[in-house]
């Protein structure tokens, strides 16, 4: 990433690191020479009060004295010298006292031996500076002056060793910042990965939500804030799946209420139009021969006993035309109820052909039916029946040639395959589609001639259709196949 927190938070770290060691570089170089001359100032101080004491109280050649002023000296590094009115060493720290005494004394009465000299505190009976030695051009600091009780002292020491101190001091933090540096940068590289990690994963999770991909969930085991925003991102991810989810069954919902809106208005409308155009015809012959009938065109009894007739057949006609629509308009809208149960499809099919026997015989036809063991189905049984005699019945109505009709059963693993075939002419490739719309005639003559309404093929169509079953048409060269399918229901 061009703005990566793990780059951002080393580079932040790592500047703040440098910062802090050029800092403390600055302070070394600017206060540490004066804080050392401070703390020098205050040893020579502490070192006069410990002499003054022991010499007020006369045990200045006390052992007890001797080491007291020997660590001190040793500590802080420096040198003394006391001498008494008369210009004799009482008391020194080196061997080489008579340098000691003779810069006493030039102190004492301004020799010039000691040069370049800068007075840091001044008192009544005391002096501390810095002098320059011209022989070895080194800088010292001391202390000189009267002790209480008349004697003369001088303390003295070198202040090279703190510039030294200050160059090693620096020398060494440049060392250590160096390398303070380096492995603080990549530590820090390691946390801020440890950090940035799982925020990365919040982040490519955050990603695949914006693609409503939701099956990324954290599975981060940190027990910072990190993980709190991890386990309120997955319950996120899971509430914004259950509304989408929610959304689209209700839009999908809508649409279909939308769609089955729509189509029942096409269907009322189709309805109409049809039911308008199939009862005019009969609507017209009845009252064209029953006008005849009133205005006594034939007398004849015979004549007239025709045109009752024809009234008579064409009311059976729209009687039953007007039935067959109602069922239709109940099955498409889904006001009738599929009520399934179990019963013997073989029995059923027996009954029906035992009552059709008869009008097959009167028509000359050849009835096949093999006798087969019962087989029991799944199906509302009153609708079978309706498919099954709508099926034979335009079996009966297109019977041709060697004018036979062949009822068949077949059994697969799961279902039932009920078949009726008739001879006769095939039906149209063009028509083949169309024979289960309503009204959809492929001879209207001859549809005409027997009193069909168009209407039986659909109804077939919207009773499997209910009952979520396969049903078709296969066309042979001598005859017409029609089928359908039951679900079996075991012995």
Known sequence: MKY?????????????????????????????EDYYLKNKQDALESAYQVINKASNE???????????????????????????????TLKTSTHDYQALSRQLMNNLFGGQQMTKSVVL?????????ITTDERTKTEVVEMWGILDDGNLYLLISPLE??????????????????GSIIISFLVILWISGKITRPIMELADISERMTHLDFNAKYTGKSKTEIALLGNNINELS??????????????????????????????????????????????????????????????DKENRDFYCEVIMDEASKMNDMVKKLLMLNQLEFGNDTITMERFD???????????????????GIKLIQ????????????????????????????????????????EKTEKHVRISIFNTGNPIPKESVSRIWDKFYKV???RTRAYGGSGVGLSIVKAIMESMNQKYGVNNYDNGVEFWFELEKAGD
Request: proline residues 1%; aromatic residues 10%; negative net charge.
């Open 4 to 32: 990566s927190m793990k780059r951002q938070f080393a580079v932040i770290f790592c500047l703040l690191i440098t910062g802090t060691i050029l800092l403390c570089l600055f302070i070394n170089n600017t206060f540490l």
């Open 58 to 88: 006369g045990n200045i050649n006390s052992e007890q004295f001797d080491i007291e002023l020997k660590k001190l000296c040793e500590k802080n590094n420096i040198s003394f010298i006391i001498v008494d009115a008369k210009s004799q």
């Open 121 to 129: 505190e001044e008192g009544e009976k005391y002096e501390i500076k």
């Open 161 to 178: 060793s703190i510039r030294e101190s200050v160059k090693l001091a620096n020398q060494f933090l440049a060392y250590v910042g160096i």
């Open 238 to 299: 899971d509430t914004l799946e259950k509304t989408i989810s929610e959304l689209k069954s209700a839009n999908n919902e809508l649409k279909r209420d939308i769609e089955k809106k729509n189509k029942m208005e096409e269907m009322r409308n189709e309805f109409i139009s049809n039911v308008s155009h199939e009862l005019k015809t009969p609507i017209a012959l009845i009252q064209g021969y029953a006008e005849g009938l009133k205005e006594g065109i034939s007398e």
């Open 345 to 363: 499809i073989v029995a059923m099919i027996a009954s029906y052909l035992q009552a059709a026997d008869v009008l097959c015989k009167q028509k």
């Open 370 to 409: 093999k006798e087969y063991e019962p087989v029991y189905v799944w199906a509302d049984e009153y609708m079978v029946e309706e498919v099954f005699g709508n099926y034979f019945s335009n079996a009966m109505n297109h019977v041709a040639g060697d004018m036979v009709i062949d009822v068949k059963l």
């Open 443 to 445: 001879d209207k003559a």
